[in-house]
């Protein structure tokens, strides 16, 4: 085991998939002398050369449009999207090209694509830098959607997203890219998890928190403040977005009857939405309170001096647990 | 507006400053830089590609045919733009990767796509037919502009494969002003990769005229991207051979990407739901109709004295066993199993779709007949 922040732990991987198989390769812009600009290419460039470690010039839909042809020459394309707000000018390559080429062409065409996104908020950036768009890509049929939320997932699902045949929209919270953590780099990744699996990342009896990326620091440490009050808070990691494993999450919420969806990202259509309306058809029977989402608010990302009232906080989330508990929260409700 | 358009209209859709070999009364003309390359073309040899310009005509009057019939649901005409794809393809190696639009009919030919992959598409049946690695052309793209990515993408995986093959993108004037196709110049230039821009200049994006998209001659532009180009009479296949050796040749030698415009017309509608009359003029159409591609080769072989009646026949006989085999195709379709709807999202297993499908399975099983399955 090895201690890595996040940001090298993708590094690792990256460095690994680019060492085992030639035909992977990386793009994005400022990603090679610079080794982009949270140096998450660091070093890729000088140790694989500029036509595996490709600077590409400011044009996102060319960059993932040109990912497209090099996957159709048999290539797989590792893309970094410089930040989350960026991604829009690929939007339709990504959702019209690289999400359906497989279901158009009846499975002769691959799409081996891994599009890394620096994501979300909590960093005090400017406008555009701190966006959750993740939903838009869940709701898009042929695309994977992960997000990560600890350097050994980063690295682990950071390499299985390569080697996945379909393409992998894979979410890095920016937030925790200088967390520290233990790093097996040796691990073989078909004896990981799966892609697509969830993981009860704390045990509890109570009420069960479901989110995912940096959100899940938030919810560990909510589950931490709980316990003071004798509240026992089990938390799940979703992991992935597309699929969600409800296996996991439907076991753990006929234990506990009750259940908070956390999430960075605005609440309309989004993905506690549909992770709400899931385990309501799957668990409703074992339900003991209304499920409850704690989300940013349906609003732009604000200026970094108000991200604060925006991003769902520890109390934020406490106060939901209450309710979901029937415990006097002090927030009277708002009728409609 | 039509006020602040007029100087450049005519510009934009200029069909004299082109280059050209064959004349409008099939001719042979000379041009410094395009006999070069077109000096070993016989009469064999353009008797095989009048065939094939023959076979595209054939092949999309059959296809309005059948939507008029109600077999297609859609058929999005190429008639009078034979020239510039046969010509193209008939000038790209076989191993060359295409990737067209949709109006891109004669290229196919080329390549020998069957006769019910034309039509299985428009039919309702698949999003695509032909395996495009068997016929190394990528199917054919809805999206304005999208597939030049692609194909700059392709080119920069020969370029790291040291492969000899060039990749081409097809598209129209109406996608010259889409930001991919701009996008996809840049990339190319930017990293010197083998493939050729191929612009079929038909004068309209549906109703929109070029002078819409473009203030200059569209060939204008590479230049200023730094890719070098050539403004070509689209309705000239002759012609068409030559650019497009050039243009591969250029891409092929590692001197970076080649563009072309061909300047042709869209003598029928956008596509069997577009209604010309309401944009256009007669007139326009007729002085298009005047200076058809096939006519034009026919002309010059004639004069060759390579074109007689049994050629006439035997054409006419390949065409009619082609035509009739994409009828068979469509007439003869059964509805596809329900569940394919499923197939192919993902490569690999997907819990939320696996259990959509078995869900959907069984409701379908509900049914005496199984559904519609």
Known sequence: MTELTMGKALTAAMRRALADDDKTLVMGEDIGRLGGVFRITDGLQSEFGPRRVVDTPLAESGIVGTAVGLAFRGFRPIVEIQFDGFVYPAFDQIVSQVAKLHYRTQGRVKMPITIRIPWAGGVGAAEHHSESPEAYFVHTAGLRVVAVSNPQDAYTMLRQAIASDDPVVFFEPKRLYHAKGEVDLDADIADAAPLGLARVVREGTDATLVTYGAQVTTALDAALAAEDEGISLEVIDLRSLSPVDYGTVAASVRRTGRVVVTHEASREAGVAAEVIASITEKCFHYLEAPPLRVTGHDIPYPPAKLEQHHLPDLDRILDAVDRVLGRPSGVPEVTA | ?373
């Not at chain 2, 510009?11 to 395009?34: I, K, P, Y």
């Not at chain 2, 701009?182 to 493939?195: K, L, Q, R, T, W």
């Not at chain 2, 821009?197 to 994006?205: I, K």
Request: aromatic share 10%; glycine share 8%.
């Open chain 2, 1 to 373: 507006m039509t006020d602040t358009l007029t100087p450049a209209a005519a510009l934009a859709s200029d069909t004299e400053d082109v280059a050209r070999l064959l004349d409008h009364e099939g001719r042979r003309v000379r041009d410094e830089r395009l006999d070069p390359w077109a000096a070993d073309v016989d009469a064999p040899m353009l008797r095989q590609v009048y065939r094939d310009m023959f076979l595209s005509r054939r092949l999309d009057a059959e296809g309005v045919a059948l939507q008029r019939q109600g077999h297609l649901g859609l058929w999005a005409p190429a008639h009078g733009q034979e020239a510039v794809q046969v010509g193209t393809a008939w000038a790209c190696h076989d191993d060359d990767f295409l990737f067209p639009s949709y109006r891109e009919i004669g290229i196919e030919v080329v390549r020998g796509v069957q006769p019910k992959d034309f039509v299985m598409v428009w039919h309702g049946a698949q999003h695509a037919s032909w395996n495009p690695f068997d016929v190394h052309v990528a199917n054919p793209q809805i999206i304005i502009g999208a597939q030049s990515l692609h194909a700059v993408g392709y080119a920069m995986g020969i370029q790291r494969d040291g492969g000899d093959q060039v990749a081409v993108a097809y598209f129209g004037d109406g996608a010259t002003s889409q930001g991919d196709v701009n996008e996809a110049m840049i990339f190319a230039s930017s990293y010197g990769v083998p493939v050729v821009f191929v612009c079929s200049n038909n004068q309209w994006a549906i109703s929109e005229p070029v002078q819409l998209q473009s203030r200059t001659p569209i060939s204008h532009r590479a230049p200023g991207f730094g890719i070098p180009s050539m403004r070509v009479d689209g309705n000239d296949v002759l012609a068409c051979i030559a650019a497009m050796r050039w243009a591969a040749d250029h891409a092929r030698s590692g001197r970076g990407p080649a563009y072309l415009e061909a300047v042709t017309y869209r003598v029928g509608p956008h596509t069997t739901s577009d209604d010309p009359t309401r944009y256009r003029d007669a007139d326009e159409v007729a002085h298009w109709k005047a200076r058809d591609p096939l006519a034009r080769v026919e002309s010059y072989l004639r004069a060759l004295g390579a074109f007689d009646d049994a050629f006439a026949q035997s054409l006419t006989a390949d065409a009619d066993r082609f035509t009739a085999a994409m009828r068979a195709a469509v007439v003869g379709a059964t509805a596809p199993d329900a569940l394919r709807v499923f197939d192919n999202v993902y490569a690999e297993p997907h819990s939320g779709l696996d259990e959509q499908r078995a869900r959907f399975a069984l409701y379908l099983d509900g049914f005496s007949d199984g559904g519609t399955r």
